[in-house]
Structures are given as C-alpha cells and as structure tokens.
C-alpha cells in the first residue's frame, strides 16, 4: 500500500512541460489530427511534385507532366486533348488548354502554399508588433493603433483588393512577380482582427504578477516583452497563423476566380476561372481543382481549431 | 443607462470611422496612379493635350485635398458623379443596391432561422449521433469556398435538375414567369443565390452557437431554473438563449460584413444584378467614380450593420449599457 | 428523536459517465431529514454532497446518472414520478439553493422577472399579483427598498443581497424542504453571520426543514439538528449534532474534528489528514477511507461496511465502530 502511495507521488511531482502538454490534448482531437494529416499530405505533394500520387512518364501514356505543358497534338491546333474526361492518362481529365487537370494542381499546391505562408507572414509581423506595442504601453498608442484597427476592419478589403490588383497586374504581369503582389497585399489587409485578438491577449496576460515582478526589479520594457510577454501569447498566434492561412488561400482563390489574380500562376482559383466557361463540357476541370482547396482549407482550419483547443492557457476539462 | 442613449453614443462614434475610411479610400485609389492616365493608356488616339482637357473636366487637376473635399461634399449631396462609361453614378446603382440587400439580407435571414435551432439541438443533445454528424458537418462546411458551391449549385439544381433559373434576377421574357406573376418570378430566381450564402454563413453559426449555447448550459443560473420546477422549453429558450444570443450577435455581425464585401463573388456567379457584379465589371474598366461610390456604399452598409449589432447587443445584455 | 421523517434517501448511486471513465460521485448513501429539522451534510469538496443534494431534485447535469437507490420525499418515491410530476415538486416542494450568488441569477433578466416567473409557474396568479409577493418575499429576506432592487438586474447588486435573493426564490411557493448548498461559502465573513441568521430565523417562523451543504464545521454546531459526514461518496456517519461532536463513531468524523484549528489547541500542532482525495473513477477497495484511516484492518480493505443503524438514530458505515472509542477533540 506505502510502495503505490509512494510510486504514484513521484510521477505527479515530475514536471511536464505546457508544450508537451498540449501536444498530448491535440493528439486526442481525432478531428484535428486528420487536419493535421492533411496539411501534411499537402506539403509532401508540394515539395515532392505529387509525391505520392505521381505517375511517371511512359510512352504508353501514363503521365503526369510537371510543370504544365501544352500536350500534342492539342497544341498543334487539334482538340483531341483539351477537355477530356477522366482517363488512366489523366488522371483528373483535362482542361480547355489541354493540360492535366492533375499536374495543374499539384504545381497549384506550391502555390498555395507559397499564398498562405507569405501572406500570414506579412499580416502576422504586423499584427504582433501593432498588438504587443498597443497591449503593451497602452495609453494614447494603444488609443491610436486601436483606432486605425477599427477603420480597417470596416473597410471591405476584398474591394479593394481587386481594384488594387487590376491596376498592378495589368502592369507587370511577370507570374512569380505577379503572385508575390496578391501576397503582400492580402497580408496588408488581413492584420486588423489578428492585432485585435492579440493586443487582447497581451492585456490579460500583462497583468499576471511575474511580469510586474520583472518590471519591480527593474527588467527593461524589451527583456519583459521578449522574454515574458511574446512566449506567452505565442499560442493564439499559432492559432492565428493556421486559420489565417487558410483564409489567405480562400482569398486568393476568390480573387482570382473573379479574374483577377495573379496572370499564368497556377492557382487553384485561376485552374477554376479558366474552366468556369466549360463547365457544361468539362466539369471535372473545375470540380477537382475545387475538391482540392477545400481539402486545404479544412486542413488548416480543422488543424487551427484542434490547435486552439489544446492550448488553451485555461485548460478546459 | 437606457438603450437609447447606448444607441446614440455608438452613432456618434461611427462618425469619425467614416471619415477616417472614405479618406482611407480616396488616398488608395489616388495611389494608384492618375485615373485619366490608366483609363486612356491603351488607347493610342488620345494624345496627351485631350488627356490634360479630360484632366482638367474632371476636376483631377485640382491640389489633392481639394479633389478630397470636394468628392466629400458631393456624397453628401448624394451626388455620386458621372462614372467614365454609364452615366450618372445614381442611376446606375440605385436599382442594383436594392438587389444587392435583397439577396443579403434574405440569405442572412435565412440562415439565421434555420442555423440557431439546429444550433441549439446539437448542443441540449450533445455527444448524440444528431450533435456528432451537425458539428462534424458544419467543420467541413466552414471550409467549402462560397463561389463552388454557387457554381456546384447552378450545375445541378440549374442545369441538369431545371429546377431554378441558372442566374439573373428576373426571366427576360414575361412568358417566362411562372403563373405569369412578377414576384412569383423573383422569388424563383432567389431561391438559389439565397440558399448559398444561408449556407455560406451556416456552418460557423451553427458552430457558434452550439458551442455558446453549451457555455451557458454549464452555468449556475441554468441549474437554479431547472431547480425552480420551470418547463425545460423555458429554461432553454427564454434563460440559455438569450445569455447564448451574446456572442452570436457579435459573431454575425461581423461576419455579416464580411459577406457583404463578398458581394462581388456571389453576384457575379449569379449574374445577380447587384452592386457587387456592377463592382466586378467597373473595376475590370478602372471606372473610379463607380468603383469609389460602391466602396462607400457597402463601407456605410458594413457600419449600419455593426451599430445594429451593437444596438441588439445592448437589448439583450443589460451589462453593456453600463460601459 | 427520529421523529417524521419528510426526507428517506437509501442506497443512492449517482454516477458520472464521462470520457475519463465512470465517476462514482455519489456510490451508496443513506440519509433522512425530520420535519421542521436542519441536517447538515458535511465532507471534503467533492465527497458528493452537492451531487446528493441534487440527485435528490433530479437536476443532476449530463452526464451524470442517478444509477440505484430510493428517495422518498413525503411518502411518495420521487425516482418513479415523470418529468412533468417532478417539475410540480421542484421549486415547491423542495427548493434548492446553489452555491455561489454571483451566478445563480440569469444577468439578463431582472430580480422581478426571476421571482415572478417561479410564482407565476407554481400558483398559476396574474403577473401584478406575483410582483407584489415578490416586494413581500425581498422584504421578509431583509432587502432594503424591494420595490427598486425588483427592477434592477443582478450585476447591479452586491452578494450578500443575491444570496438572499436566491433563498427568497426558494421560499416564494412555499416548500416543505429546502436544499442550501454552502448558502454562505462565497460572501464575506460578517454577511455569512446574517445569512444564516436569516435562515434560521425563516426556518422557525415557516417550520420549513432544511438540508444545509457545508464544509465548515462550526456552522454545522451553530445551525444544524443533526449532520451527516461524508467521505468520497458514501455516508461515514449520521447523528444528531451533540452526538457527533461530542461522540464520533467514525474515524473520518474524529479526524475532521481533529483537524479544525481552535483556540483551545493552541499548543499543539494542527493535524492533517495524510494522504489524498481518492479518485472517484477508481476508488479505494472495501472502505474508502481505509488509506487514510489510522485505525484500517485487513477486513476494511476488503469489504465495504454496511450503512448500519445503532440505535438512537445514529447511522455508522464502519466495520470497527463496536471496538472504536473514539475522542473528539471539540468535546466540551
């Protein structure tokens, strides 16, 4: 009876660290590990050019070409090849180019990434510095700063958007150029509600007694928010990030299947602008693209939600 | 203090947000370059004298903060300029913003109604094989984008069921309308469009509200009611909702704005004779005048919404309207 | 003294069936309240006071089960009534008072609202006439000016007054029984002296019989008949308050006693209990106190006593209580 009584006091008294913590709750959200799946899946396509799902070139026609080409004699000027259905050699069809429908995506997933991850950068840099500065030193800056936060956050940002994007695309319409621009301006305009939730967290954790203990000793305001402050509000800005990468992309599909976005760079959204005049003909043109950036978003969403469940500094059940 | 006064204080405050915004606006667009300058670029028989003449007929010569005043005085006036291809901004738009808060306001009505019973369901059963399938149903929803399942919609239920008009806001030709009436008609070609944005906007609601409701079902004053012997029904619909109404208010809200400065997508999917296809077509030609009315227009819609909100918000919570 | 009982709970099993496991909360207790008598139920947080306290109303929240047992509230077995049946007992016949007053009123809706809606729902009058004995119920609870605090809504009042409150909604149809859960644990010192003054004060003018939930011993002596111990879910043992206190028959009861800091102890050291709460989920085997128990055997680790009746009204749950003799350390 002492030998268990003793036993068990020794495992309760080792420390576990809140990361190790949190990964534990996060592993027992099913859903949120199948998001994780999914991102992970997506990454390895991305940077293994479809890996695992490629199919080599062979000349009884199994393929995947990447990056896009035109595909005789489709481009020789006959229709053979543009809008077929789904075949062993397409996987995914074809679309009104001619191109596999399957390697437009996979070299669409690069793009997505390289959406989501620039522009929750960009709006996220921002967003921290303008809501630890105003969560921080308060007063007429955090007046100032919450303000300009407000205005944003009315302005219909995707109008702007495309007005933005129709003056810059039609004038420099080099693709990785191009997309960069859809990047940062989508991160310009996404930073006002993650500054907000941010600078709400930087409040509440501001008043926790070690920080005014650091302050009594004489820290200096940069040691207390570096080393105190950013740790702590480090978990709602993963948070953040996940969900906003997912928004970002949504964006930029949005956009672009209005036409606007970014001129031959392959995104999902402009695979379905391209294929919305064909839908009677070619569904799967659009279809699958479409299949795809939901199964993106959800990742990420799925991931952010389990993501803000597990570290959830209140610890909930 | 009475609602009223929440109310006023609140208005009073959304006009410095006004400002801030249209100067907001104008300082962007004028960013962009000389509107003559990138309006005519492609044209090769204007030359540089007519561009100063048409410079100098739209007023673009003036020093910029006089073009700033001017523009805003002429809002004031509700006189929203001439737009470069169609006439009178007025005209051109005021039809259009009608159908334009047709569609959003029936879609967010709609969603509304069916979201919050489903909402409240999933939540008073929870764990159930119902709460399971809403809740894990609604995660998948949240990430659908809003224009597939506009355009997965006209497929299936426009063209191959012939259930409902692909798009439009009206059947062109009078033979068309179904019993010959004019309204029967609209409504029909609401249908679709409104049923995407309900959906659009159900999932995270059904979410929120399902998730509030379950933080309100775990307080106190729940158990206290059940405690004094009052009806189930009255413990969940008069004392949880409303406590749960709180945040969903302020979630729909702002999500409402959201979904308005997504007009553009859905309207052009619909070919729905709103501001927003008119936005999408006006910027496609760099039309400012149009492009600057319609941005205020859906900025002034987006605040009226929130201090709806913020006035609903004060209704139901009486602790607001101490702040 | 066991007089009339208004109040016969045996053998009660209320269970939590949760994703950790099964939480036994409340696994096997007995008790009974006289009319017109205050019990105290007395233990640990967590040893299934509360739960009790509202297995008997029926409002125990999901996941948790009532699994076994009898609750007899006047003769009739309140588990075999329906829903519509208990919520006619609910709020009238029982009445239950929650722990903490910053809670237990709905903030958006005003003191009136929540008085005149029990009233309304019980007695079946008109709005203006629950108003006016709701301004009656705020006066009889000693509320200053009831006619303005029934307009107001809770987050403008202080504690103290929630609380009272709270034990006017209990009171306003009139119950035979009231369930006070830790009634006074949230207010501050001096308020915690007028609110159990006031209950004891209603308590004799409307002979209403009380179960009071609390830790603190010393308003277990200064308010209640008889007591009741509790310990992990189970009932250690029942008496009146002279008898327990001065005579325990439990060693549970003689350590808890033990362990309430006096003057009179000044000089010696403050005894503490060893051990921990056990886990619910997986309690102890046989006794559950026999971990903590100095006076444990083998039989206490293999088998769990029975709730037995020595006579005199007493109930004892130990195997040892014939050999026991046990001191109370506040015995006058």
């Keep these: ?147 300009l936060t407000e205005v944003f956050l009315v302005i219909p940002f995707f109008l702007l958007l495309l007005v933005f994007l129709q003056i810059i695309i039609k004038f420099s319409p080099s693709a990785t150029g191009g997309l960069w621009l859809v990047v940062f301006i989508i991160g310009a305009f996404s930073w006002p509600g993650a500054a907000r939730i941010i600078r709400g967290e930087v409040l509440r954790v501001r008043e926790f007694e070690y920080i005014a203990a650091s302050r009594q000793i004489g820290a200096s305001a940069n040691r207390i928010l570096f080393r105190h402050l950013f740790p702590n509000v480090l978990h709602i800005i993963i948070v953040l990030a996940t969900l906003q990468i997912a928004a970002s992309v949504l964006t930029e599909a949005a956009v672009s299947f209005l036409g606007f976005g970014a001129p031959n760079s392959y995104t999902w959204g402009q695979l379905m602008n391209i294929a919305a005049s064909y839908i009677n003909q070619a569904w799967w043109a659009i279809t699958f693209p479409a299949i795809f950036l939901t199964l993106f978003v959800m990742g990420f969403n799925l991931l952010g939600n389990g993501l803000r469940d597990a570290l959830d500094p209140r610890l909930r059940e | 203090m009475s609602v009223l006064k929440y109310v006023l204080r609140r208005s009073l405050y959304l006009i410095p947000v006004f400002f801030g915004i249209t100067l907001l606006v104008f300082t962007i667009e004028r960013l962009a370059g000389d509107p003559v300058q990138l309006y005519t670029t492609l044209n090769p028989h204007i030359n540089e004298a007519q561009r100063q003449a048409l410079r100098h007929y739209l007023g673009l010569d003036q020093p910029i903060q006089n073009q700033y005043f001017t523009w805003l005085s002429e809002l004031f006036t509700l006189n929203l300029g001439y737009s470069y291809s169609s006439g009178l901004v007025s005209t051109l738009l005021a039809q259009k913003v009608w159908a334009t808060l047709e569609l959003q306001l029936i879609g967010l009505a709609l969603s509304l109604v069916i979201a919050i019973p489903i909402g409240i369901q999933s939540a008073r059963k929870r764990y159930s094989l119902l709460d399971v399938t809403i809740t894990n149903s609604s995660l998948i929803g949240t990430s659908i984008p809003v224009f597939f399942l506009g355009v997965a919609f006209i497929l299936i239920f426009g063209y191959y069921l012939h259930w409902f008009p692909s798009g439009g806001f009206q059947s062109t030709i009078p033979s068309q309308y179904p019993y010959g009436n004019v309204v029967l008609d609209q409504l029909w070609h609401l249908v679709l469009p409104s049923a995407v944005y309900a959906l659009a906007l159900l999932a995270p609601v059904v979410l929120l509200v399902r998730s509030s409701m379950l933080e309100v079902l775990r307080q106190d004053f729940i158990l206290a009611a059940r405690a004094s012997g009052l009806n189930e029904r009255t413990v969940i619909y008069k004392h949880a909702l409303r406590n749960a109404l709180i945040p969903i208010v302020t979630y729909v809200g702002l999500y409402f704005g959201g979904l308005l400065a997504g007009a553009p997508v859905t309207e052009t999917v619909f070919n729905w004779p709103g501001i927003g296809a008119q936005f999408v077509v006006s910027t496609t030609q760099l039309d400012f005048p149009v492009i600057q009315a319609i941005v205020v227009l859906i900025t002034l819609m987006t605040l009226i919404a929130n201090l709806i909100t913020d006035v609903t918000y004060a209704y139901i919570d009486p602790r607001i309207r101490l702040e | 003294m066991y007089t009339d009982p208004i109040l016969r709970v045996e053998g009660l099993r209320t269970h939590f069936y949760t994703f950790a496991g099964v939480v036994k909360a409340v696994d096997g207790v007995g008790l009974y309240v006289n009319k017109g008598e205050t019990l105290g139920l007395v233990g640990e947080s967590g040893s299934g006071k509360t739960v009790t306290a509202q297995s008997i109303m029926r409002i125990v929240p999901t996941p948790g089960k009532i699994v076994e047992g009898t609750i007899e509230f006047k003769g009739k077995d309140l588990l075999g009534l329906t829903e519509a049946e208990m919520r006619q007992i609910r709020g009238k016949e029982i009445a239950y008072v929650p722990q903490d007053p910053t809670t237990t009123l709905d903030p958006v809706y005003t003191v009136g609202d929540q008085l005149t809606e029990v009233i309304m729902k019980h007695q079946h009058v008109s709005k203006r006439y629950a108003l006016n004995k709701a301004i009656e119920l705020l006066r009889s609870v000693e509320i200053a000016d009831p006619h303005i605090r029934i307009n107001q809504y809770p987050h403008e009042l202080s504690g103290g007054t929630k609380q009272r409150i709270a034990i006017a909604r209990a009171l306003s149809c009139e119950p035979s029984l009231i369930l006070a859960d830790e009634p006074t644990t949230a207010l501050d010192v001096t308020i915690q002296a007028q609110i159990l003054d006031l209950l004891k004060a209603l308590k004799e003018k409307f002979n209403i ?47 808890l006693l033990s362990s309430v800091p006096s003057l009179a102890l000044r000089k010696q050291k403050l005894s503490v209990i060893p051990g921990n709460v056990p886990n619910l989920i997986q309690p102890p085997s046989g006794c559950r106190f026999h971990p903590r128990c100095s006076y444990a055997k083998q039989v206490c680790v293999d088998k769990d006593p029975e709730l037995e009746s020595i006579g005199d009204g007493r109930l004892v749950h130990c195997h040892r209580w014939k050999e026991l003799d046990l001191k109370s350390a506040v015995a006058s």
């Design chain 1, 1 to 147: 009876m002492t030998t268990t009584l003793a036993r068990k006091k020794s495992e309760s008294s080792r420390g576990v660290s809140q990361w190790a913590l949190a990964w534990r709750r996060l592993k027992k959200n099913k859903v949120a590990i199948a998001g994780l799946g999914v991102v992970g899946l997506f990454a390895l396509f991305a940077a293994f050019d479809g890996w695992p799902f490629v199919l080599t070139r062979n000349d009884h026609g199994l393929f995947a070409i990447y990056p896009p080409e035109c595909i005789p004699p489709a481009c020789a000027g006959g229709s053979l090849s543009t809008n077929a259905p789904p075949s062993l050699s397409h996987p995914f069809g074809t679309d009104s180019y001619g191109y596999d429908v399957y390697s437009e995506i996979v070299y669409g997933t690069r793009a997505a990434f390289v959406i989501g991850l620039g522009a929750t950068g960009f709006a996220l840099a921002i967003a921290v510095s303008i809501g630890l500065a105003a969560g921080y030193f308060g007063g007429w800056l955090d007046n100032l700063l919450m303000r």
């Design chain 3, 209 to 255: 019989a009380m179960v009071l939930i609390t830790h603190d011993m010393g308003i277990v002596a200064d308010t209640c008949d008889r007591v009741t111990v509790f310990y992990a879910g189970q009932v250690c043992e029942t008496g009146t308050a002279e008898q327990v206190f001065e005579k325990p028959k439990h060693p549970y009861t003689e350590a």
